[in-house]
């Protein structure tokens, strides 16, 4: 009797211990993507996607779209990078992913893809997340979510996202991490960055092996992105020594949402001395016209990061910014 009940009592361990460990791996076998629609035939890598819960109350759950580096270049060697685009609003999938840094383009008949060159899954292994909940392919259950979100419930919930993707992602725990975004992301970057580091303070081997973060183009303050935009302009010679003087005395500490009729003055003038050029990518070629890509510039800046990863990182990729809080923009 007593080793018939040990039996059965080691029997309940070992399927408790087999669940815990089998159950994560079944998720993520479950998000493994096996050909995308259009899918160019030359992949050499794995994908994954799905959602993550973040709040079990609410039903808020954020979408996820995981690219590994190729096989070839050893992925289990590769740092981790989770990718935010900005707005806020702006679909890290829509506009990171197949725009920018991602490992496909869409052509121009919508139906299939081709890749992607300069995609960063060459170097790093890809996270490309959907945040806040309403974003994209994110959700939630609770519709006062869409109106009540903002910076601090965005980098929690980020936060909870990775906590539980890393469980479903065990191979990934105590890789080189790092967060990186554009735009808006100028503060879910930062934000979500402290969260991490203050949760990993005192631990020698964190799971979620923080590293650093980056950004570009990036939405900080109203005044170092004033300052970063026309240093910007006029060291490319985009505008003259006049008109650069003109807007440091006329745009200086003023609101980029509700400038002075000065400041707005020398911005229009900004425009006509650079022409009809891509203002988030200089050096490529311009559509026929660039109007909406410049409607509202005042708000979110071209920074000298943005152009960087334009003429460097991304080389001849083509870049999107979001320029107002409520509207993305391509170019």
């Known amino acids: 009797m007593g080793h018939s009940l040990l039996s059965i009592l080691c029997l309940l361990v070992s399927l408790f211990v087999y669940s815990c460990i089998c159950a994560p791996l079944e998720d993520q076998g479950r998000d493994k993507i096996t050909y995308l629609p259009g899918q160019p035939g030359s992949v050499e890598f794995n994908q994954y996607s799905g959602y993550v819960t973040v709040n079990q109350q609410s039903g808020r759950a954020l979408f996820y779209w995981l690219v590994e580096a190729p096989t070839s270049r050893r992925p289990e060697s590769r740092p981790l990078v989770l990718w935010f685009n900005g707005g806020p609003g702006c679909s890290s999938v829509a506009y990171g992913a197949a725009e920018e840094i991602g490992p496909f383009r869409i052509r121009p008949d919508g139906k299939t893809l081709y890749s992607n060159p300069y995609a960063w899954n060459k170097l790093a292994n890809l996270l490309f997340l959907e945040s806040p909940a309403g974003v994209g392919f ?121 400038p002075s009729v000065e400041c707005m003055k020398a911005l229009k003038l900004a425009e006509l001395e650079q022409g009809n050029i891509d203002p988030y990518s200089i050096f490529t070629q311009p559509c026929n016209n660039t109007a909406a890509l410049r409607h509202n510039l005042r708000g979110h800046y071209v920074s000298a990061y943005h152009t960087l990863f334009s003429e460097s990182t991304l080389s001849k990729g083509i870049l999107l910014n979001c320029q107002q809080k409520d509207t993305c923009n391509t170019s």
């Open 138 to 258: 994110s959700y939630s259950n609770t519709s006062s979510d869409l109106y009540t979100a903002g910076d601090q419930r965005t980098a929690e919930d980020a936060y909870t996202f990775l906590v539980n993707w890393f469980e479903r992602f065990p191979q990934y725990k105590y890789r080189d991490f790092y967060i990186a975004g554009e735009s808006y992301a100028g503060h879910y970057v930062p934000q979500l960055s402290q969260i991490v580091y203050q949760k990993n303070k005192g631990i020698k081997n964190p799971v979620i092996n923080f590293k650093g973060f980056l950004v570009g183009n990036a939405v900080t303050d109203d005044y170092h992105d004033y300052v970063g935009t026309f240093e910007y302009w006029w060291t490319h010679g985009l505008i003259s020594d006049s008109t650069y003087r003109t807007l440091r005395l006329t745009c200086d500490f003023v609101s980029s949402t509700h």
